[in-house]
């Protein structure tokens, strides 16, 4: 078992982690099953008595608000709640694992820890002596739990990716780029221009079809002003413009401006990039979906580059089909080449 622990008192704003990775049971490594559950399901262990008091408030708060990004109403994760009683074998291979512990013997105490009951696992203990006590440690931890969660779903898509590699596009990514990406099987060509290459991928689900794309492109690295969020968008604007259309006559793509495209700093295998999120539609269509665009530098070629990815599924929510694209972006590395 490979135990995170966070050593941290409920009223601390610090989210200290320090890892342990230790056997199970005598110093024998146990053979766990594979998780179960969907991409983004958490499940939450918690009394019932406690399910709509300060504690259960504030789990929902945490884990189940809105994502932002989207154009219909998701949340962060797909909470289940279920009693201490009923976290039985079966569920205890859960993905994600919340597990609320609410009694007087307990001191304060919240910690992480990896495959517990289930390869690939992730598993949250929160310990409190009252409800009130129970509430201000999920809040206090609430949103760095949220970014480790979001990562480990992340990091499973790209573990499987990793199992079904398009070996020849995966080449001419590099190629293109300078930079390697885990882009699996199925996804197929849109558009090569000297500085633009897009892939498509259409997943028929009975009558619909959900469409994932990934676009990247390349230009000159002039000053810091190129990760404003105006340029960043502008820059999208005008290369959507030329490259992203439909077959309505005059359509093109860009940025939908009623919903404000939110942007993050972020790190990116090692490199400072920027992550901007929101929603895009088509001009002269009744077309429109989630973006997130990635633009970081590539250094040695003094160059800016961009993985821009997005959905169009109007039949569907959205969340899970944007993230496997979000973890085909966040892969990016650059290609060591050998001399």
Partial sequence: MQKVKLL????STLFLISILFVSCGNGNFKVLPDITGRPGDLLVVIDTAYKNTQSGEAVMKQFASEQYGLPQREPLFN??????????????????????????????????????????????????PDDATAS????????????YLQKAEVERWQQH???????????????????????????????????Y?????????????ITQCISMWHYPFVSDSTFTLSNIITVRDSVTKKYQRS?????????????????????????????VRGLWSMVNDFMGGPFVNYTFVDEKNA?????????????????????????????????????
Wanted: proline share 6%.
């Fill in 247 to 275: 077959v309505a006559k005059n359509a093109y793509m860009e940025v939908y401006k009623e919903l404000p495209a939110l942007k993050n700093e972020i790190n990116l295998n090692g490199m400072y990039a920027t992550e």
């Fill in 79 to 128: 909470v289940v709640m279920v009693p201490h009683k009923a976290f039985t074998k079966i569920l205890q291979s859960s993905r994600n694992v919340l597990s609320v512990n609410i009694h007087s013997k307990y001191s304060p105490g919240f910690s992480i820890q990896k495959e517990v009951w289930a390869r690939g696992q992730v598993v949250i203990n929160v310990f409190a």
């Fill in 197 to 209: 290459l897009s892939l498509r991928q259409d997943k028929r689900i009975g009558e619909h079809i």
């Fill in 161 to 195: 990716f990793a199992k079904i590699p398009d070996t020849k596009k995966i080449q001419e990514i590099e190629n293109f780029l300078g930079f390697t990406l885990a882009l699996p099987t199925g996804y197929l060509p849109m558009l090569k221009k000297e500085n």
């Fill in 303 to 339: 160059r800016v580059i961009c993985i821009d990815v997005y959905v169009f599924a109007p039949q569907f929510d959205k969340r899970e089909y944007l993230r496997e694209l979000e973890a085909i972006a966040l892969s990016a590395k650059p290609v060591l080449r050998e001399h």
């Fill in 8 to 11: 941290l008192p409920f009223y």
């Fill in 136 to 147: 201000k440690i999920i809040n206090a931890n609430g949103p760095k739990t949220v970014s």
